[in-house]
């Protein structure tokens, strides 16, 4: 069994032959400040998201209130230094805060949801109403979590960053196995900002045709190349970290993109959608427009009923207004079946009546 190619998030259907799903990731953005938190769904709105997304725990959901070596950030992570209980307590969103945060976001016609990191955060989220759930990277690997959210039978979306092809398979069989076959897969390297070599992002096209179900990228990575990189690689959902303003100096700040670059994101992954088109070669409006200014044979000078068509008097020119060019070597010799002024286009009409030219159509 495979997951369905395509789902709906809310009301915005999710797959192949649709939109980007643009998730706008707040993250410890919000600074411990529900006003900011607030302004930041109204930007997000403004900026062209489709949702919005949290994250929901708590630091003792997450770590152990310990300074012991094995408790404190990576030392190649932004956070190096920091244990990782004062992290966790310092980006956590409070509970309190989801249920406002959702009602601003329906208010601007975008999705709340959240990423939880524990099965009792599942049903909390799950009576909010949310309706999807997002699996973080370092969560791809605990299927209790996984089979929680996957029970609630709304779409879930998994985030690869730490994982293997194993645990990628075992977490979307948790899922499958749970019942639900609304299923994403997102490609993601965790890592702070990641750099360029670490995107891969042809990894997208590869998870949807290994796994099945609507792949797409979380991406961690400085400015937009890899968002508007991934369009035409598949790209079903693409989630990038958002932050009202960097200089609040929150945890996340530096791998996220402020308003205005959020914005021109969501605007240039638009443009690629459209550039896209359709596949197989055929003549689009702007072609066809163009025809009109492609070259023709031309009179370059009057030429009498009866005088023969020659290099003196005919050429090929623009813009489209006769004959094309291929019936050049034919025409040459053949007598005009009427006067043409200088400056008209040959066309069939031009000929002798018993003139063939065998021209297609």
Same mark, same amino acid.
């Given at each position: ?25 707040? #993250? ?48 190649? #992570? ?36 959240? #990423? ?17 759930? %997002? ?28 994982? #293997? ?74 989630? %990038? ?121």
């Amino acid at each position: 069994m495979r997951p369905d190619p395509g789902f709906a998030i809310g009301a915005r259907p999710v797959g192949p032959g649709h939109p980007v799903y643009v998730i706008a990731e707040l #993250s410890a953005n919000h600074g411990g400040d529900l006003d900011v938190a607030l302004r930041s769904v109204d930007a997000i709105a403004d900026a062209g998201a489709d949702a919005v997304k949290v994250q929901t725990y708590s630091a003792d959901s997450m770590t152990l209130d310990s300074d012991d070596p094995a408790f404190m950030a990576r030392v190649d #992570s932004p956070w190096a230094g920091t244990r990782l209980y004062d992290l966790y307590r310092e980006g956590a969103l409070p509970r309190e805060w989801h249920a406002p945060l959702q009602q601003r976001a329906i208010e601007r016609g975008i999705d709340f949801f959240s #990423s939880p990191f524990d099965p009792e955060t599942v049903d909390f989220l799950d009576a909010l109403g949310v309706p999807a759930f %997002k699996i973080a990277s370092l969560e791809i690997v605990d299927t209790p979590l996984i089979r929680r959210a996957a029970a609630t039978g709304k779409p879930v979306i998994l985030s690869t960053g730490i994982a #293997s092809e194993r645990d990628i398979r075992l977490a979307l069989d948790t899922c499958l196995d749970a019942g639900n076959r609304q299923v994403a897969i997102l490609q993601c390297t965790t890592q702070y900002p990641t750099d360029p070599e670490e995107m891969n992002l042809r990894s997208i096209p590869w998870l949807q045709e290994t796994f099945g179900g609507p792949a797409g990228l979380s991406d961690h990575s400085l400015g937009i190349a890899a968002a508007v990189s991934a369009v035409p690689l598949g790209c079903a959902i693409l989630e %990038k970290h958002f932050i009202l303003d960097r200089s609040l100096g929150t945890l996340d700040d530096r791998f996220s993109l402020e308003p205005a670059e959020f914005a021109q994101m969501v605007r240039l992954v638009r443009d690629a959608e459209t550039m896209l088109g359709e596949p197989g070669y055929h003549l689009t409006p702007g072609r066809v427009a163009g025809r009109r200014s492609a070259r023709s044979l031309i009179a370059v000078r009057d030429i009498a009923e009866g005088e023969a068509f020659s290099a003196r008097n005919v050429r090929s020119l623009r813009p489209n207004i006769g004959l094309p060019p291929v019936c050049l070597e034919r025409l040459l010799g053949q007598p005009a079946g009427r006067d043409i002024r200088r400056g008209e286009g040959i066309t069939a009409d031009c000929l002798a009546p018993d003139i063939d030219l065998e021209l297609e159509s």
